[in-house]
Structure formats: structure tokens, C-alpha cells
């Protein structure tokens, strides 16, 4: 089955400070979404984005399929962007990664 | 509210126990899927139903069972719990029904807490 694939696995920032995750698939996939879990469990998506860039805020997200990956930038962090984010594609089912450990420091 | 209801939040039981967890997809929406999140396994696929029918199984142990009802809810079934299946169980939902919103991915609900004591 596909392999998911995150970078970095733990980060630690300032407030303020931008920050850019990385998600390798090892397949092609026909989905590709990002998620914060925050710190009560609570799984929040971010993003569908099979291919190209979207932007919501301070967050934005861009895929490049046939490269076979994507990339979740995080700009003007704030404490409440930490948690955990998580990027999952389907091939097969659907799959996440390992997750990337962000804390925002005040 | 992300439209995806699981119930209950929050459950504590003692090994060798049974347990339902419920979900109720968002509205429209046929498929309904099942994932496990353990501390120190990050999020497992469990099994997958569409319109009631299983559709596909991941990680899956064998005293865990699923079904979808005719009204699209789901329920997962946990039986001779040991202290290891203690974790988030999530639910999530997708849509290709008729009168479902666009496909935008999955969408989750917001977890059942188990811990088996």
C-alpha cells in the first residue's frame, strides 16, 4: 500500500516565526489532505488538496502530484497552531503519516 | 461541528470488556470509516463501509467488529478489551450519495476516548 511520509518530526518555534512541513507519498493518490490535531484530540482538516495551492489565512498549502508531494507553510505562528499535523493521501485507503510535532513558543 | 457525530466522547472499562462506539456520518454521506489512534502507533485504518456493505479492511483485530445500518450510522464493536486497546477512536465520513456535498476529502468526527483500565 501507499507509504506516507513527514518532515520534520518535531518543530519548535517562536510566535511568530514561519514554518513549512513536508508530506512524500510513495504512490500516485486521488487525495491529499492536511489535519492539526490540537491538544484536546480533536482532528481538524485544513486542507483537501490532490494537486496545486490553496491558501486559508496564515496557512497555505500546495501539492505537486507528480513529484509526490506536499508542503503545509505556516506563516506568523501563534501558540494556538501547536499540536500535531498530520497529511494523509488515499491510494488503496486512506493513509496518514507519522505526524509533525508543532510547538509554538510565546 | 464538523457534521460527523461519534458517541460517546469519552469511555473507561475494564479488560475483558465490551464496547460500542457509534457514528453518525455527515448527512448524505455513505461512507463511513474507522481508525484507531494509540499513543505510539499514530493513526491506524481499521475497516471502511459503504451503503452497509464493508468495503475494505485494515488493521483490524479479530475481536473488533463494524457494521453500517440502513440509516448509515455505524458502530464498532470492541469485545475482550485489554489494556493495549486503549486509545482515540475516530470516525470519519465521505460522501458520494445522492444529495451529499461535494467531495472534499474526509471528514472526521472528534473522537471516542477508551481507556481500558
Known amino acids: 500500500g501507499i507509504q506516507v511520509e513527514q518532515s520534520p518530526p518535531d518543530l519548535i518555534l517562536q510566535e511568530g516565526a514561519n514554518s513549512t512541513l513536508r508530506c512524500n507519498f510513495s504512490d500516485s493518490v486521488n487525495n491529499l489532505q492536511w489535519f492539526h490535531q490540537n491538544p484536546w484530540g480533536q482532528l481538524i482538516n485544513l486542507f483537501y488538496i490532490p494537486s496545486g495551492t490553496k491558501q486559508n489565512g496564515r496557512l497555505s498549502a500546495t501539492t505537486v502530484a507528480t513529484e509526490r508531494y506536499s508542503l503545509l507553510y505556516i506563516s506568523s505562528s501563534q501558540t494556538t497552531d501547536s499540536g500535531v499535523y498530520f497529511c494523509?493521501?488515499?491510494?488503496?485507503?486512506?493513509?496518514f503519516g507519522p505526524g509533525t510535532r508543532l510547538s509554538v513558543l510565546p | 461541528d464538523s457534521g460527523v457525530t461519534q458517541t460517546p466522547k469519552h469511555l473507561i472499562t475494564a479488560t475483558g470488556q465490551r464496547v460500542t462506539l457509534r457514528c453518525s456520518p455527515r448527512?448524505?454521506?455513505?461512507?463511513v470509516y474507522w481508525y484507531q489512534q494509540s499513543l505510539d502507533q499514530g493513526l491506524q485504518f481499521l475497516i471502511h463501509?459503504?451503503?452497509?456493505?464493508?468495503?475494505a479492511k485494515g488493521n483490524i483485530l479479530e475481536r473488533f467488529s463494524a457494521q453500517q445500518f440502513p440509516d448509515l450510522h455505524s458502530e464498532l464493536n470492541l469485545s475482550s478489551l485489554e489494556l493495549g486497546d486503549s486509545a482515540l477512536y475516530f470516525c470519519?465520513?465521505?460522501?458520494?450519495?445522492?444529495?451529499?456535498?461535494?467531495?472534499?476529502?474526509?471528514?472526521f468526527g472528534s473522537g471516542t476516548r477508551l481507556t481500558v483500565v
Open positions: 470519519a465520513s465521505s460522501g458520494y450519495g445522492q444529495g451529499a456535498p461535494p467531495f472534499y476529502g474526509y471528514t
Open positions: 448527512s448524505g454521506d455513505l461512507s
Open positions: 463501509y459503504y451503503n452497509g456493505e464493508e468495503r
Open positions: 494523509g493521501a488515499r491510494g488503496q485507503n486512506f493513509v
